[in-house]
């Protein structure tokens, strides 16, 4: 909760968008400069750590059921992405961003027994979506 209160109280001028856009933008309109870093860095951990275990599955070192929660998890993330950017069924990316998040805590268990420096590589990329998740889920419930 500690992420949520400080990411709303660092709120600054609101954009002025339609649908969800418009919506997240009068709660929360980090500096663009900060988000950009903050996907860097996590793409470079998602990259690795996913990258890892995709090729490790592909060379036929992990099952492919180790890596299906990985998969699913890009596919998600990206289905989100794209039904935010088009901004109008709350609903809809209210659900694509909670297979987002269960497909990441799927992820994170099946690769620990056997690699948990992936699972700690993925702890930056699962607070930042357990954030997004409740302000999605905040957006569905309240913002319209």
């Known amino acids: 909760m500690g992420i949520l209160t400080l990411m709303l109280a660092s709120r600054s001028q609101r954009i002025q968008n339609t649908g969800m856009n418009y919506w997240l933008s009068s709660i929360f309109t980090p500096d663009t400069s900060a988000i950009a ?8 951990l998602i ?7 995709i090729y490790r599955a592909a060379r036929g070192r992990f099952s492919w059921w180790v890596a299906l929660p990985f998969i699913l998890n890009l ?6 992405t794209q039904m935010q950017n088009d901004g109008d069924s709350f609903i809809l ?28 590589a993925q ?21 319209h």
């Open 37 to 44: 870093v903050a996907w860097l860095v996590l793409y470079m």
């Open 47 to 53: 990259v690795a750590s996913n990258g890892f275990v």
């Open 75 to 80: 596919a998600c993330n990206a289905l989100f």
């Open 93 to 120: 990316s209210s659900i694509a961003m909670v297979l987002t998040l269960g497909t990441l805590i799927w992820s994170i268990a099946m690769i620990w027994p056997k690699h948990r420096w992936v699972g700690i």
């Open 123 to 143: 702890t930056p990329y699962l607070l930042w979506v357990a954030t997004a998740t409740l302000l999605q889920l905040q957006m569905t419930l309240v913002g």
